[in-house]
């Protein structure tokens, strides 16, 4: 699994996650997603589209992340590229009612530019 | 039609203990696909077994820690349907995963509301077709099962 990110010009962070966030490797990423969600200047797109597996402790960093990034007035939204899987563990754990997901890169980053 | 059972249920013994979670997907992966199991539904037993095996690691207690984990692969093959069983065997505190009673929270209404428990169990309920339960000498017994469809 990996993590890594880019900013871009408009005040949107882009954190891309890779590979199997199972118990074992959501635990190895969800420091560095905290930090990376809390130190965002306004807005964070979470690219799941190169996520294999997501276990409920990735769920967790995500939920996490949200949560602290909304409290700083920011919003996280999520991008999936046609992932059953990871569409399917989103919506089993109601997190897609949560954070908003969406499949089009340019909307996601429209929505995470909007103010909460 | 009998039922018909295609190969022996397979094991393997972990320890209870994260860094063994990585090597009982890798068995089950294995033995799934060496069993036919079609990927998808590898895939859904995988999820599984990750929250149940994250589970018992974090909240079975000093008798889950200090012992083994056996996990029990089976298909079985009737014409046209097939189940995929995976048994769970932990030694940690009495919990039944399959009770209604250790259901899933309720889904917050908002972000700010969200907690973070429970999410392991909605998982399971939703990638598994059927979960049972029994405790038996000190140990936990969950059974998930898979079914899909196949030509006869």
């Known amino acids: ?32 997603l905290a930090s990376l969600a ?32 909304q409290a700083r007035g920011g919003r996280l939204v999520l991008h999936v590229d046609g992932s ?10 109601g997190v897609d009612e949560l954070i908003p997901v969406f499949d089009d890169e340019d909307e996601a980053e429209r929505a995470a530019m909007t103010s909460v | 039609m009998p039922e018909r059972v295609e190969r022996p249920r397979v094991e393997l013994t972990i320890r209870a203990d994260a860094r063994d979670a990585r090597r009982a997907s890798e068995w089950l ?14 895939v859904r037993l995988d999820h599984c077994l990750d929250e149940v095996l994250a589970n018992v690691f974090m909240h079975g207690g000093t008798a889950a820690l200090a012992s083994s984990v056996l996990l029990q692969l089976g298909v079985r093959r009737r014409p046209g349907v097939c189940t995929a069983e995976l048994v769970v065997v932990d030694a940690g505190a009495e919990f039944d995963s399959s009770a209604s009673s250790n259901g899933p929270t309720p889904k917050p209404a908002s972000l700010a509301e969200a907690g973070l428990g429970g999410l392991g169990l909605a998982m399971i309920r939703s990638f598994s077709d059927d979960l049972s339960y029994r405790r038996s000498d000190g140990q936990n017994h969950l059974t998930i099962s898979v079914r899909w469809t196949e030509a006869a």
Do not use: C, N, W
Request: glycine content about 10%.
């Open chain 1, 84 to 93: 059953d899987v990871v569409v399917r563990t989103l919506e089993a754990t």
């Open chain 2, 29 to 42: 992966e294995s033995s799934a696909r060496d069993q036919g199991v079609p990927p998808a539904h590898i």
């Open chain 1, 38 to 69: 809390e130190s965002a200047k306004r807005g964070v797109v979470v690219y799941l589209s190169g996520v294999t597996f997501l276990s409920s402790m990735g769920i967790r960093a995500l939920v996490s992340a949200a949560k602290a990034l």
């Open chain 1, 1 to 32: 699994m990996g993590i890594r990110y880019e900013d871009v010009t408009d005040g949107v962070r882009r954190i891309h996650l890779f590979g199997r966030l199972d118990t074992v490797g959501s635990e190895e990423i969800a420091g560095k």
